[in-house]
């Protein structure tokens, strides 16, 4: 399913989880989703313990639908996790949003996750119909079922015991009653930073901009393989298993993360721009005007247009408030399409030669609304630039890119994506172009849907993995 009236693909989820000392942590803790709703706008959820009970509340919407200051002030403790979910695995229901609740015995379990496991049928297959339809409802089942078998067992240890099952990308945030718990799988596909607040006070959120949003100084990032516990005594680190080549998701730094996170060292921001910049020397056009598609293909735009000299021109504007409605539009206004979202500044466009610039072009079809809307502006040339490769491969590790020949790229050449999508020209930046654009330090990264390349085997999956 594409993010809707975005055509990108759409993002996994985004934790959060926090103990600060003598706090009403739900407080923080929204405005920490806050700052991750760009990665789940289906639902959200917050589960806290003020050191005996656990509460949790969850629904679905946007943040601000589902929590309102009621909600939120029976929210009673200072140590808790939250969660922005997009489905994509699982439908789209209350029981499946998160964070995920199970009670032990007399000890209670929360669990938000984002990514994907790559052996979901296997784990189903072992815990039976109980543990659940989703891959974070299996996870949760199994952390479960340590607990039950000894129920002195530490939160950390349960989790420890349990994370060889687990297959694929997973950022888990889990609590139980007295301790909050943040892991990353072996790869860190998905990212995962660590803050400190006042003198005794953790945080740790998807991303760094939600520890900025809640007053946190970034400490650093929790490392691929890594599990963080957070309690009373403090905050203890461990590496419960084997290492493994650090594969953090390429497509965090190309669309997912907000431009103001940084990531592994980098900010996303300046990541974009030098995208850009490289793309213009890789792929230069002959034109009047650089316009982005925005606002993800902002920064690189700028960056190209500072390369090549040429002007910089907002000629597509966004209707904001256009996110996630609930009311379908009629079929009158459907027709409309892209028009909901964007609509074109004829003054800029009309008789130009156009570099438009795009992130991504993942399935083409919101890409070619977009052309034909520049060109009803009167753009004499369309030169459709992206700077991210071409998206060929299916994502397993947390994106709903699931289905192959859903991917224009997938079995299309470039010429063959110019002709579909009516350009004058294309371009993509290269693989080694988006690399060199990406900190080098000790980093490598998953590039699995731009070059096929998938970091662990695909397990469950149905797909046959040909060669475009
Ligand atoms: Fe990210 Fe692509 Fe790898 Fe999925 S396959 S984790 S979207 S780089």
Redesign the pocket.
């Known amino acids: 399913m594409n993010s809707p009236l975005t055509g990108k693909p759409g993002e996994a989820c985004g934790v959060f989880g926090a103990y600060v000392p003598g706090t009403h942590i739900a407080n923080l803790i929204y405005f920490g989703l806050f700052a991750l709703q760009h990665r789940g706008q289906e639902s959200a959820g917050i589960a806290v313990s003020d050191g005996h009970r656990l509460t949790a509340y969850k629904n679905m919407g946007l943040l601000s639908t589902v929590f309102d200051q009621n909600t939120l002030a029976g929210l009673q403790g200072d140590l808790g996790i939250g969660h922005t979910r997009y489905s994509t695995t699982g439908s789209s229901t209350w029981e499946n949003a998160q964070p995920a609740f199970r009670a032990v015995g007399h000890r209670n379990l929360a669990l938000g996750h984002n990514g994907n496991l790559t052996n979901t049928s296997a784990l189903a297959m072992r815990l039976g119909s109980a543990g659940g339809t989703t891959d974070s409802e299996l996870m949760t089942s199994a952390i479960a079922e340590q607990i039950t078998k000894d129920e002195n067992i530490s939160l950390a240890e349960a989790i420890a015991a349990v994370l060889t099952e687990f297959e694929g ?1 997973y950022t888990l945030v889990v609590m139980d009653d007295s301790t909050v718990v943040g892991v990353r799988d072996p790869h860190g ?1 998905r990212p995962l930073s660590l803050g400190r607040i006042g003198d005794d006070g953790w945080v740790i959120a998807s991303e760094t901009a939600a520890l900025d949003l809640v007053g946190a100084t970034f400490e650093r990032d929790v490392e691929p393989g890594e599990m963080v516990v957070i309690s009373a005594a403090g905050l203890a680190s461990s590496f419960p298993q084997e290492s493994a080549p650090s594969r953090l ?3 965090e730094y190309v669309y997912f993360a907000r431009p103001d996170s940084n990531l592994a060292g980098q900010n996303v921001q300046a990541a974009r721009v030098l995208m850009g910049r490289r793309l213009a020397r890789e792929a230069p056009a002959d034109a009047d005007v650089v316009v982005p598609v925005p606002e993800s293909g902002i920064p690189a735009a700028q960056g190209f247009a500072w390369e090549s000299g040429i002007p910089y021109e907002d000629g597509l504007i966004k209707n904001r408030y256009v996110g996630r409605t609930f009311i379908q539009p009629e079929q009158m206004l459907r027709d409309q399409g892209i028009r909901l979202k964007l609509n074109p500044i004829k003054d800029v466009l009309d008789g130009q030669r156009i570099v438009l610039i795009d992130d991504s072009v993942v399935r083409g079809t919101t890409t070619a609304q977009l052309i034909e809307l520049v060109r009803s502006a009167g753009a004499r040339e369309v030169h459709l630039r992206i700077s991210s490769p071409p998206y060929r491969w299916p ?1 397993f ?3 709903d890119t699931s289905d192959r020949d859903s991917l224009l790229a997938a079995h299309r050449t470039e010429a063959e994506i110019a002709e579909f999508l009516e350009v004058d020209s294309l371009g993509y930046l290269t693989l080694d172009g988006l690399e060199s654009s990406l900190p080098s330090a000790n980093q490598t990264f ?5 070059s096929g390349d998938y970091p662990t085997p695909v397990g469950d999956s149905k797909f046959v993995l040909e060669q475009p």
């Open positions: 990308a596909f998701c390429v497509f994502c590790y947390g994106m998953c590039t699995a849907c731009l």
